[in-house]
């Protein structure tokens, strides 16, 4: 569905200096699954997200979507298209809807856009505003009214309404109360189900979307680390820094528990992106670090059915 080339994107700053929030990523997501993305904060999630979603220009690489390679800078018409195939939920719902603009207005923006009559934006909102688990009454109100988890599903709803088949999920429930973080997830499982989308679900923590990914991506830094079948990456991460981010998971699971061995991490500053300049950028903070790991990027190789990790000593390690 989706096929990701040697992406980059840099953000320059200051003095010549340039971040690379993402550095030749590479990967595929498959028509119907959950593809899950994680990494701690600053590993380029976000980033990638929103360059999926045409919200900013790659520098380079390709990407294609089912048949058409996507521009490296949308135009206004660029964007109208192909933001109805290719949507994005935010993680922050207080901020990402327009506070001046009534629920109704915010949900049917997308429609209002493709010049839909008002009338039809109307009877969608309202079955939009029932799906997504609110009432029809509610399209006259605005967001400071809502809840939190109430404002996930506006945005869930905003983000539907044009019937997309690839959407983004940037860490929908990170800014949500723990009882509602549930409820939101069945929400987006039900839907996904329902009208046959493709996801990505970017989160930081692993145990959080293992139970609803098919596959999942471990970034780091802007860099692929580990990528696999949901169940591998968690039961048997191979690359340390998969191994760190389950280590530092507080919820006890005993099967992984037997299954996963801990290991010790430095855990000294994270290197900023405009810091690596070469070799693997987990080099730092690594438990078997080498000489190679600091010169040489390692690549991802295969080491299982799918199951890829991006370390030049995986034989150390298991
Ligand atoms: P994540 O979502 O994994 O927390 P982001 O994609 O937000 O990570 O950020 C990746 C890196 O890119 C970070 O170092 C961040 O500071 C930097 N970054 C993100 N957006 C911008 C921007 N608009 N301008 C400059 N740097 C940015
Ligand atoms: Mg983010």
């Given at each position: 569905m989706i096929e990701i080339k040697q992406v980059s994107k840099h953000f320059h700053l200051s003095k010549g200096r340039h971040i690379k929030a993402l550095d030749q990523v590479s990967l595929e997501i498959h028509p119907n699954e959950i593809l899950g993305l994680v990494g701690e904060s600053g590993s380029g999630k976000s980033t990638l997200g929103k360059v999926l979603a045409g919200l900013h220009p790659k520098t380079m690489g390709s990407i294609k979507y089912k048949d058409e390679t996507l521009p490296d800078n949308y135009s206004a018409k660029d964007f109208l298209r192909l933001s109805k195939e290719i949507q994005m939920i935010f993680q922050d719902p207080y901020s990402s809807l327009n506070p001046r603009m009534t629920v109704g207005e915010i949900i049917g923006e997308g429609l209002s856009l493709r010049k839909v009559a008002k009338k039809t934006i109307q009877e969608k909102v309202h079955a939009w505003l029932l799906k997504v688990g609110l009432h029809p009454d509610h399209a006259s109100r605005f967001p400071h009214e809502f809840s939190g988890g109430q404002r996930q599903r506006i945005g869930i709803a905003r983000a539907l309404i044009v019937e997309p088949?690839?959407?983004?999920?940037?860490?929908?429930?990170?800014?949500?109360?723990?009882?509602?973080?549930?409820?939101?997830?069945?929400?987006?499982?039900?839907?996904?189900?329902?009208?046959?989308?493709?996801?990505?679900?970017?989160?930081?923590?692993?145990?959080?979307?293992?139970?609803?990914?098919?596959?999942?991506?471990?970034?780091y830094l802007g860099q692929i680390m580990e990528i696999g079948p949901a169940d591998q990456v968690f039961f048997h991460a191979k690359?340390?820094?998969?191994?760190?981010?389950?280590?530092?998971?507080?919820?006890?699971?005993?099967?992984?528990?037997?299954?996963?061995?801990?290991?010790?991490?430095?855990?000294?500053?994270?290197?900023?992106?405009?810091?690596?300049?070469?070799?693997?950028?987990?080099?730092?903070?690594?438990?078997?670090?080498?000489?190679?790991?600091?010169?040489?990027?390692?690549?991802?190789?295969?080491?299982?059915?799918?199951?890829?990790?991006?370390?030049?000593?995986?034989?150390?390690?298991?």
């Open positions: 088949k690839f959407v983004i999920c940037d860490e929908p429930i990170s800014a949500l109360d723990v009882s509602v973080q549930a409820q939101v997830i069945q929400l987006l499982q039900k839907l996904k189900n329902d009208f046959g989308l493709t996801l990505l679900f970017i989160a930081h923590d692993l145990s959080m979307v293992r139970h609803i990914s098919d596959r999942i991506t471990v970034l690359h340390p820094y998969t191994q760190k981010l389950n280590s530092s998971n507080p919820l006890p699971d005993p099967k992984r528990e037997r299954e996963q061995p801990t290991i010790q991490v430095d855990n000294s500053e994270i290197p900023s992106p405009s810091e690596i300049l070469r070799g693997c950028p987990f080099a730092s903070r690594c438990p078997h670090v080498s000489q190679i790991c600091k010169t040489e990027r390692p690549e991802l190789k295969n080491i299982d059915n799918n199951h890829q990790v991006a370390c030049h000593h995986l034989d150390k390690i298991n």
